[in-house]
């Protein structure tokens, strides 16, 4: 897990920057983005930027990893990317990361159900 | 283009920015006109993310918006994601948390409990008053680039 490209990387300066992850297998591309605390009102409003610039049929999923989190990814991310402790954050994070494995995998497999469903209802 | 004014919580300083954008005050103007404005301490936290459009300024939508701590998160946010969907959007993000002071501080937080509603926003107002030629020179400064 440590070994993941950006994994433990983020800085307050790279908050918001999308970073491409590849591609999934039904040839999506997915890109993982940090908003602190403050992911509801950024999305909302860059939903109703893109709606407003009439930037038309926008095919985005939103998804928020927020409800995942653990006291250990808390307490872990602070000491390595706030406070620079790296040595003593990042296992911490990882430990925590693979206490909430399965609930990522289940927020993951719930978001490929509901992209299906919605491309087959759109079809 | 879209004129995109946003502050913590979209109730003082972008409003008044986009008030001042569309000329509907002065940079002379008095805390009693700010106190006016339609809009003025009337966004709370649930209405963050969803933008007020103000007005048109030659065609183009005036917009201000609350985005909580996301002030520098959502510009970069936004031309990412615009530059990935190809989505023709021209719009101009203006941060007017940069012009926050601490009676605006103090008085937008008092103005969200019953009790303290007149008190924070006059204090609010004040606080605004303080600094608006700072907004106006960041709505200036839009205007032009």
């Known amino acids: 897990m440590i070994g993941l490209p950006f994994f433990d990387s983020q800085d307050a300066a790279d908050h918001g920057f999308l970073q491409y992850m590849g591609k999934s297998n039904d040839g999506s591309l997915v890109f993982s983005v940090g908003f602190e605390t403050a992911s509801t009102p950024v999305i909302k409003a860059v939903k109703n930027l893109l709606a407003l610039g009439k930037a ?53 497999e719930a978001t490929e159900r509901k992209i299906k469903l919605r491309e087959q209802r759109g079809q | 283009m879209i004129y995109f004014y946003h502050c913590y919580r979209g109730a003082h300083l972008s409003c008044v920015a986009a008030a001042l954008h ?70 101009k993000a203006v941060d007017c948390l940069q012009c926050i002071n601490l009676p605006t501080r103090i008085g937008g937080f008092l103005s969200r409990f019953k009790g303290f509603k007149a008190l924070g926003r006059r204090l609010a107002a004040w606080g605004v008053h303080k600094n608006l030629e700072k907004i106006y020179a960041l709505v200036l400064h839009a205007k032009r680039s």
Not at chain 2, 37 to 43: A, I, W
């Open chain 1, 56 to 108: 038309g049929a926008v095919n985005v999923t939103y998804v928020e990893t927020r409800e995942v989190i653990n006291i250990l990814m808390i307490i872990g991310g602070i000491l390595s990317r706030l406070l620079g402790l790296t040595f003593l954050g990042r296992p911490l994070v990882a430990w925590g990361t693979q206490l909430a494995y399965k609930k990522i995998v289940a927020l993951v």
């Open chain 2, 22 to 91: 569309l000329g509907i005050i002065k940079p002379s103007a008095k805390v009693e006109e700010i106190l006016g404005l339609e809009y003025f301490d009337v966004l709370q936290n649930r209405d963050m993310g969803v933008p007020v459009l103000a007005g048109y300024c030659h065609g183009n939508p005036v917009c201000f918006v609350g985005v909580g701590s996301g002030s520098k998160i959502f510009p970069r946010f936004a031309d990412c994601l615009t530059e990935k969907l190809q989505a023709n959007v021209q719009y």
